[in-house]
T-cell receptor, first 113, second 115 residues
Framework: KNQVEQSPQSLIILEGKNCTLQ??????????LRWYKQDTGRGPVSLTI?????NTKSNGRYTATLDADTKQSSLHITASQLSDSASYIC????????????FGSGTRLSIRP | EPEVTQTPSHQVTQMGQEVILRCVPI?????FYWYRQILGQKVEFLVS????????KSEIFDDQFSVERPDGSNFTLKIRSTKLEDSAMYFC?????????????FGSGTQLSVL
């Protein structure tokens, strides 16, 4: 069964600290993996996309990694800011249309001053 | 960055009533989608739409649901007779092509509450 599992479910860190969010997936065949940021009451916004051949991709203070062999990805946030407080959702796509886009449950990140 | 807009942002309705959720996709996009997210749960696919017809739909998208592109800009989701379990955040999304690497642009959502 195609699944995307994220950990931790929630995380609280102090402003300025770094953190790493984890994503494990069993989606097959695999096309790409995206990390989305979802602010409360808003739609998800894409942060990064990684395909099978990519190991690391950065977008400002966000760095995503992908290990296609172990089917794991991580999102590292450096020097966190209060505006980073949001849910971070790992989304994996197979070689098909929108119904095969599998969403994780997200990690709820709270940044404390 | 271009945006998908959704209206209303919140909708409260009585069980059994019909609701229409509205979306304006990004103007040059051709592929449109509805997703929903029940509070505390994952985002779930409902339906995809291209060339004025449904491309794909999930098990959730039963006969109570319908989609329409009534004009060149709007894309609507209708729920004919709402149930309590339809309470969720409904997201519209669009993209230019249906290739898997193409980014999906999501709207801000409509929070539907069925009482």
């Amino acid at each position: 069964k195609n699944q995307v599992e994220q950990s931790p479910q929630s995380l609280i860190i102090l402003e300025g600290k770094n953190c790493t969010l984890q994503c494990n997936y069993t989606v097959s065949p695999f096309s790409n993996l995206r990390w989305y940021k979802q602010d409360t009451g808003r739609g998800p916004v894409s942060l990064t996309i990684m395909t099978f051949s990519e190991n690391t991709k950065s977008n400002g203070r966000y760095t995503a990694t992908l290990d296609a062999d172990t089917k794991q990805s991580s999102l590292h946030i450096t020097a966190s800011q209060l505006s980073d407080s949001a849910s971070y959702i790992c989304v994996v796509s197979g070689y098909s249309s929108a119904s095969k886009i599998i969403f994780g449950s997200g990690t709820r990140l709270s940044i404390r001053p | 960055e271009p945006e998908v807009t959704q209206t209303p942002s919140h909708q409260v309705t009585q069980m059994g009533q019909e609701v229409i959720l509205r979306c304006v996709p990004i103007s040059n996009h051709l592929y449109f989608y509805w997703y929903r997210q029940i509070l505390g749960q994952k985002v779930e696919f409902l339906v995809s739409f291209y060339n004025n017809e449904i491309s794909e739909k999930s098990e959730i998208f039963d006969d109570q649901f319908s989609v329409e592109r009534p004009d060149g800009s709007n894309f609507t989701l209708k729920i004919r007779s709402t149930k309590l379990e339809d309470s969720a955040m409904y997201f519209c999304a669009s993209r230019a092509t249906d290739t898997t690497n193409e980014k999906l642009f999501f709207g801000s959502g409509t929070q539907l509450s069925v009482l």
